[in-house]
């Protein structure tokens, strides 16, 4: 699973101090603002969840086997 949420332009050196000043709330809220950076979380959760949801199945399955079997 892969996700990246950078944007292509390269890092200023005042980014660093932006970060530090600027909430989380408003960070966050920046980061909705960008279709980009939503299209690729959407896309990293579905693959998340398809992930687990094959896991949730086979580990199913084997509890089932070794219910027969014992």
């Known amino acids: ?11 200023s050196p005042d980014s660093v101090d932006k970060i530090e000043t600027e909430t989380l709330e ?8 960008n279709p980009n950076n939503m299209t690729v ?8 969840v398809q992930h687990a949801e094959t896991e949730a199945n086979k ?3 084997e509890a089932q086997k070794s219910q027969q079997v014992g």
Not at 1 to 11: Q, S
């Open 1 to 11: 699973m892969h996700a990246r949420f950078a944007d292509p332009e390269p890092a």
């Open 26 to 33: 408003s960070r966050i809220e920046h980061f909705k603002q």
């Open 41 to 48: 979380l959407h896309e990293f959760i579905d693959e998340v």
């Open 59 to 61: 580990r199913a399955l």
